[in-house]
């Protein structure tokens, strides 16, 4: 059990979990979106309506648990470290989309993916000799 703690706690896991939770965040909030896009109140467009959909109460639990984690992650990472990590959003909410919502990923959404994850590893390997010294 305590191996499980330590593990939960390392701030490299909580960077992948934050970024897990927030890309479910970004699905649930759409779903709730849609959920209430037909809405022919006259404030409709503002997105209120949403405020009635399960999936968007899902999605805001979600983002406190990422906010939660994130916090976390600053409390132990310096944040010219953590920051660009936590980019890796940038390339689950599309894949997610493209999964769970059958969104369209053009080319070039997938060349700006390709992008993010070379920037990822140059920006992870300081990480992992930083993390070597902690």
Not at 103 to 131: M, N, T
């Amino acid at each position: 059990m305590r191996q499980i703690r330590r593990g939960f706690l390392n701030p490299r896991f909580q960077i992948f979990f934050g970024a897990i939770v927030v890309t479910a965040s970004e699905l649930f909030l759409k779903r709730g979106a849609v959920a209430t896009a037909g809405s022919a109140e006259s404030w409709g467009w503002t997105g209120l309506a949403s405020l009635g959909s399960p999936y968007f109460w899902i999605g805001i639990a979600l983002v406190i648990v990422s906010l939660l984690s994130w916090l976390y992650v600053l409390k132990h990472l310096p944040l010219s470290i953590a920051f660009p990590l936590s980019n890796v959003v940038h390339v689950l909410v599309p894949l997610a989309s493209w999964l769970f919502l059958g969104e369209i990923i053009s080319s070039r959404r997938w060349g700006g993916i390709a992008l993010v994850l070379i920037g990822l590893i140059v920006v992870a390997k300081p990480f992992a000799k930083i993390e070597e010294r902690l």
